[in-house]
């Protein structure tokens, strides 16, 4: 097997995206981090403890892909998890940004209950697959890549 990402320069980029995202919430009201499941599991409780700000963390359930299923079909959204969200700063935390459907859809249901904003990020890209979302790379780590971005209600999803 061919590893194209080592442990260690996965440390290294939850460690710089740590440090961006405690740099981006300083002195602001705490936050919420909310991991889109199941994949994130892993990276949203990698990256929480590496950040030093107060902080609640949330989980929220987006699938396109039912059963067996390896073609997408239509997005289902569960929130059943979620606390009330109106008016605070989320952080959307999400393993693969594939075409960038998913991310698009799960941070418009946010902007629908009243969150103050909404900030992306993503540990690793799928190069060349996105559709609604231009990408704006960070950091380049090897041929996939660790990225990070951003989306407001009024620039919505400038991922």
């Given at each position: 097997m061919n590893v194209l990402?080592?442990?260690?320069?996965?440390?290294?980029?939850?460690?710089?995206?740590?440090?961006?995202?405690?740099?981006a919430y300083e002195g602001k009201p705490p936050i919420t981090v909310v991991g889109i499941?199941?994949?994130c599991l892993m990276f949203v409780a990698d990256v929480v403890r590496k950040i030093d700000?107060?902080?609640r963390v949330a989980f929220i359930s987006a699938s396109s892909y039912h059963g067996t299923?390896?073609?997408?079909?239509?997005?289902?959204i569960h929130d059943g998890l979620l606390p009330d969200?109106?008016?605070?700063?989320?952080l959307l935390l999400d393993d693969i940004l594939?075409?960038?459907?998913?991310?698009?859809?799960?941070?418009?249901?946010?902007?629908?209950?009243g969150v103050a904003s909404v900030k992306v990020a993503v540990?690793?890209?799928?190069?060349?697959?996105?559709?609604?979302?231009?990408?704006r790379l960070r950091r380049r780590v090897s041929p996939s890549t660790l990225?990070?971005?951003?989306?407001?209600?009024?620039?919505v999803n400038q991922l």
């Amino acid at each position: 097997m061919n590893v194209l990402i080592s442990a260690e320069q996965i440390r290294e980029r939850l460690d710089a995206l740590a440090v961006e995202i405690s740099q981006a919430y300083e002195g602001k009201p705490p936050i919420t981090v909310v991991g889109i499941l199941n994949g994130c599991l892993m990276f949203v409780a990698d990256v929480v403890r590496k950040i030093d700000l107060p902080l609640r963390v949330a989980f929220i359930s987006a699938s396109s892909y039912h059963g067996t299923a390896t073609t997408s079909g239509k997005l289902e959204i569960h929130d059943g998890l979620l606390p009330d969200l109106t008016g605070r700063h989320v952080l959307l935390l999400d393993d693969i940004l594939d075409t960038g459907k998913t991310l698009t859809r799960v941070v418009a249901h946010l902007l629908d209950r009243g969150v103050a904003s909404v900030k992306v990020a993503v540990l690793l890209r799928k190069i060349g697959r996105q559709e609604v979302l231009r990408v704006r790379l960070r950091r380049r780590v090897s041929p996939s890549t660790l990225h990070r971005s951003l989306g407001r209600r009024g620039g919505v999803n400038q991922l």
